[in-house]
C-alpha cells in the first residue's frame, strides 16, 4: 500500500535557525509529491516536485526530490514565528490519489 | 483565499442524524476531493470528482457518499453518525491535469454529540 512518512513529528527551534523536514515514500506508481503548509485551517501550498535532484526554491524555503531513494526535504532558512505551522507532503500516485503524510509540527520562538 | 468555498463553516449534530456538506470550485477546476482531517489523524482521502463522475476513492465509509452536479459543485453526505466521525472536512480542487496541485477550501467543522 502506498505510504508517506514525515519525520520529525514535531519540532521547536528559535527565530534564525535552519530546519530540515523529511518526507519518504512508498508507492507503486510515482507522479509528484507535494508540500503544503497548514496553519490554522486549510493546508496551502508550497512546492510541486516532479523531476530528481532539481531544487524548487521560494524566499526562504527550498525543497528537493530524491527518486531514487524514494525522498524528500524541505529547508527552511532564517526561520521566523510565522513559520510555525504543520508542514504536509504529499505524493500523487496511481491513479490521481493523493496521500498525505501526517505532518511535521514546527514551532519557531521568538 | 483559495477561491474554493465550503458552506456550512460549522456544523453541530446528534449521533444518528445525517448531515450534507457543500464545495464550490475554483471557476475552471472540475476535479473535486474529499478529505477527512480528525485530531489524531493526518488528511485522510475520502473520494475525487471528476467533471460529474467519480474517479478515485479512498477510506471512505459506507455511511459517506458524495456527488458532483452538472455545475461542478460537490456535496459530501454523512449519514447515521457517530461520534468519531467529529473532524474538520476539507474538499480541495484542480483542473484535472495530471500534475496538478490541489487547492483547498476553508473546511467544515463537524461536531458529533
Known amino acids: 500500500e502506498d505510504k508517506v512518512v514525515q519525520s520529525p513529528l514535531s519540532l521547536v527551534v528559535h527565530e534564525g535557525d535552519t530546519v530540515t523536514l523529511n518526507c519518504s515514500y512508498e508507492?507503486?506508481?510515482?507522479?509528484?509529491l507535494l508540500w503544503y503548509k497548514q496553519e490554522k485551517k486549510a493546508p496551502t501550498f508550497l512546492f510541486m516536485l516532479?523531476?530528481?535532484?532539481i531544487e524548487k526554491k521560494s524566499g526562504r524555503l527550498s525543497s528537493i526530490l530524491d527518486k531514487k531513494e524514494l525522498f524528500s526535504i524541505l529547508n527552511i532558512t532564517a526561520t521566523q514565528t510565522g513559520d510555525s505551522a504543520v508542514y504536509l507532503c504529499?505524493?500523487?500516485?496511481?491513479?490521481?490519489?493523493?496521500?498525505f503524510g501526517t505532518g511535521t509540527r514546527l514551532k519557531v520562538l521568538a | 483565499d483559495s477561491g474554493v468555498t465550503q458552506t456550512p463553516k460549522h456544523l453541530i449534530t446528534a449521533t444518528g442524524q445525517r448531515v450534507t456538506l457543500r464545495c464550490s470550485p475554483r471557476s475552471g477546476d472540475l476535479s473535486v476531493y474529499w478529505y477527512q482531517q480528525s485530531l489524531d489523524q493526518g488528511l485522510q482521502f475520502l473520494i475525487q470528482?471528476?467533471?460529474?463522475?467519480?474517479?478515485a476513492k479512498g477510506n471512505i465509509l459506507e455511511r459517506f457518499s458524495a456527488q458532483q452536479f452538472p455545475d461542478l459543485h460537490s456535496e459530501l453526505n454523512l449519514s447515521s453518525l457517530e461520534l468519531g466521525d467529529s473532524a474538520l472536512y476539507f474538499c480541495?480542487?484542480?483542473?484535472?491535469?495530471?500534475?496538478?496541485?490541489?487547492?483547498f477550501g476553508p473546511g467544515t467543522r463537524l461536531t458529533v454529540l
Open positions: 516532479t523531476s530528481s535532484g
Open positions: 504529499a505524493q500523487i500516485s496511481g491513479t490521481y490519489k493523493y496521500i
Open positions: 508507492v507503486t506508481n510515482f507522479r509528484s
Open positions: 480541495a480542487t484542480t483542473s484535472g491535469g495530471q500534475y496538478d496541485t490541489q487547492y
Open positions: 470528482y471528476y467533471n460529474g463522475e467519480e474517479r
